[in-house]
């Protein structure tokens, strides 16, 4: 069942007619823009909220977004809006204080990307990879296949025995990325995973992970425009105290990849709307 719309904020800048033609592609929830075309629902949150035990404020509060199978929907908003709470509320890690998170089948299988790798040091990349299958009682067989094409998807063929510690930072957000898609989930929530890495590596990862895509819904909260540009169908711009969805941004459905988005007017055009969305979601945090 799919989570009923918020209004958002509508309220077109005042004094800034340079953005007047950009801010209307910056739609309330529930509103359909240019040529992208609507999804299944895979879950929905609805008036959901979440206040931390011995806080008065809540951090989350009367949130209602509808997640798409198969989209790429990226959280975007400033520090303390509540886009990781609300990835570690999809998850299960952290329980609502109010509202509901309705999935329109059962709950899919999840991968989670922390914003740290995380990987045992002393065991070596195949190790790390099929942690979360041997949890799960996996055969070693089966398992080995499974790292084997894990490993191979994420651009790390031929260095399942490697230790972390001879690995660059990249190459260990790539070990993370392949132990979240090791299980095969239908779902992928990435909590900033590469925040802390150099532009050019970070680009890297942005378009491995667009090669990913295919079958799998992501659910992707980072702090940049660009990054969020670069691989969304949607944008959720947030807005802090307490946290709540300001606005959705929809891009094109049929964009260029790689070099040719990141050089296209269409591309610069697209950071300039979701900067345009951040700043109004601060002004009237």
């Known amino acids: 069942m799919a989570g009923a719309p918020s209004s958002g904020a509508k309220a077109r800048p005042e004094g800034r007619a340079p953005f007047d033609a950009l801010w209307r592609h910056l739609l309330p929830q529930g509103e359909k823009a240019g040529p992208f075309t609507p999804m299944s629902p895979l879950l929905s949150l609805q008036n959901l909220s979440l206040t931390f035990p011995g806080r008065t404020a809540p951090a989350l509060d009367g949130v209602d977004l509808t997640v798409r199978r198969g989209e790429t929907l990226c959280l975007l908003g ?139 819904t992501i659910l992707f909260v980072t702090h940049s425009v660009y990054e969020a540009a670069y691989l969304a169908d949607r944008v959720c711009i947030l807005r802090a105290n307490p946290g709540r969805v300001h606005a959705l941004v929809a891009l094109e459905e049929a964009r260029a990849k790689g070099a040719a988005l990141r050089a296209s007017p269409a591309y610069a055009q697209t950071c300039v709307r979701l900067s345009e969305g951040l700043r109004q979601a601060m002004e009237a945090a």
């Open 78 to 216: 400033p520090s303390g809006c509540g886009k990781s709470t609300l990835l570690r509320l999809v998850a299960g890690l952290e329980t609502p204080s109010g509202g509901v998170i309705d999935w329109s089948d059962k709950r899919p299988e999840i991968g989670f990307v922390f914003q740290e790798p995380n990987l045992m040091p002393w065991a070596d990349v195949a190790a790390n990879v099929a942690l979360p299958l041997r949890l799960a009682g996996v055969s070693r067989c089966e398992a080995a296949s499974r790292v084997e094409a894990a490993l191979e998807r994420v651009g790390l063929k031929g260095l399942a025995k490697v230790l972390p510690r001879e690995l660059s930072g990249g190459m260990k957000m790539r070990v993370s990325l392949a132990r979240a898609l090791v299980d095969g989930p239908d779902l992928l929530l990435l909590d900033e995973p590469f925040a802390a890495l150099d532009e050019i590596t970070r680009w890297e990862l942005n378009d491995a992970l667009q090669n990913l895509r295919a079958g799998v």
